[in-house]
């Protein structure tokens, strides 16, 4: 089942800031991928299918997802014994004429690679059998529709249902095409082929019944608006039922004015993999919004329409405390010593993938200052590795 739509003539030339927050955020996450789960490979090898490859790098010489992929491989490869076992599908003739040539590349320096013209559909059982006793990332980034959310419970939760070797997925859920088809819901003249083709994708109808309410509805704009955020948030929801992983939904745009064009979806059966995904997010989203400052000044765009980026300082200031007092709520509910790596989100809080991980070594320290615990966070390199014991939480 072709469920890519394609790409536009000028998608190539450059990369539009969404794709700068995905790359960002591809380019710092695999290779930690790699790296916290190699060991649970015989033979240190582990195995990455990018479903949806394109070209594998833009007319001017940036790299896009292949290469960002094949250049962690080539930095792994440094390592002694690791290998990044990468494999790619592409369907559109001359974009894989071109991710193989770059692909090629990469092989005469050393890298495991493969590239496969066709569907995703097609090569993903076979990567999914190469990676019997290895770590597997999938990383789907469709123009259009995604797999199936069947095809997708089948290998997550069937073929892959342990949490070891680790099964991660970093998927593209468009809300552009979540918002095309729910006009043919609202409309008597709708497709219903294309309709049941999104049944699939969420893995059932349910999705309709927010755009039968839009309907209804005397803003059918505002409605249809709060219809597509509500479906990719049951999609993530659900998907995190069917597979039993924990899931996190990531929304990306063009600008601060304008809705998210897609969200990234995450899975993962690691809290390690939760921790980590969250710092990378952050760290990709000051990225983002370095590069849409570069632009508008190289632009001229500058102007009082601008939304002027949060200052990076005062966020990590405001998140300080907030972060102390979900780690002292934690303290309290388990009344013993916490690994701060199995408590992610409820550590975080609404700061998830909006601050980096050095924000809550500050709240640690200012939980101790206040004499709520005995640790102090020093000492220990890895933050999510600290660990608290109970202080005296009623000072």
């Known amino acids: 089942m072709a469920m890519s739509s394609g790409t536009g003539g000028d998608y190539w030339v450059d990369k539009a800031l969404p794709s700068v927050f995905k790359h960002d955020l591809l380019k710092r996450y695999l290779p930690q991928f790699g790296g916290m789960t190699s060991t649970q490979s015989r033979d240190k090898r582990v195995v990455y299918l990018d479903g949806y490859a394109g070209e594998g790098r833009y007319e001017n010489g940036e790299p896009a997802s292949g290469e960002i992929a094949l250049r962690v ?3 792994l490869r440094a390592k002694p014994g690791m290998t990044l076992e990468c494999f790619f599908s592409e369907a559109q003739a001359k974009s894989f004429s ?3 040539d770059v692909v090629q590349q990469y092989q005469g320096w050393g890298v495991r690679a493969h590239a496969h013209q066709g569907e995703v559909d ?17 990383f789907l980034d469709p123009c259009g529709l995604v797999l199936p959310q069947d095809r997708l419970v089948d290998v997550l939760a069937r073929k892959r249902p342990k949490p070891r070797p680790a099964t991660e997925l970093l998927m593209n859920f468009s809300m552009m095409a979540v918002w095309r088809l729910g006009g043919h819901v609202r409309s008597p003249k709708g497709n219903e082929k294309s309709l049941q083709r999104f049944d699939d994708v969420c893995g059932g109808t349910w999705w309709r019944e927010y755009f039968a309410d839009a309907v209804a509805s005397r803003d059918k704009d505002g409605a249809a608006e709060d219809a597509i955020e509500a479906v990719a948030a049951e999609y993530a929801r659900l998907l995190e039922r069917r597979t039993g992983m924990l899931v996190q939904s990531v929304p990306v745009s063009h600008s601060p004015r304008r ?17 980590v995904f969250g710092d990378a997010v952050a760290r990709a989203r000051a990225t983002w919004w370095e590069t849409l400052e570069e632009r508008e000044e190289d632009d001229g765009l500058f102007s009082v329409a601008s939304v ?21 709520n934690l303290l309290r509910h388990k009344r013993s010593r916490i690994k701060l790596v199995d408590h992610t989100l409820e550590i975080f809080g609404s700061y998830y993938g909006q601050v980096t991980e050095p924000v809550v070594r500050r709240a640690v320290q200012l939980l101790h200052k206040q004499g709520k615990t005995p640790s102090n966070g020093v000492g220990v390199r890895r933050i999510r590795e600290i660990t608290l014991e109970p202080g005296n939480l009623a000072a």
């Open 73 to 75: 491989a080539s930095d």
């Open 98 to 100: 071109r991710l193989h």
């Open 122 to 138: 097609g090569v993903l059982d076979r990567v999914v059998e190469r990676a019997v006793g290895e770590p597997l990332f999938l």
């Open 259 to 275: 809705r998210a064009v897609y969200r990234l979806v995450f899975a993962t059966r690691s809290p390690y993999g939760l921790w």
């Open 308 to 328: 002027t980026r949060p200052d990076p300082a005062e966020v990590e200031t405001r998140a300080v405390p907030e972060i102390a007092a979900n780690l002292e």
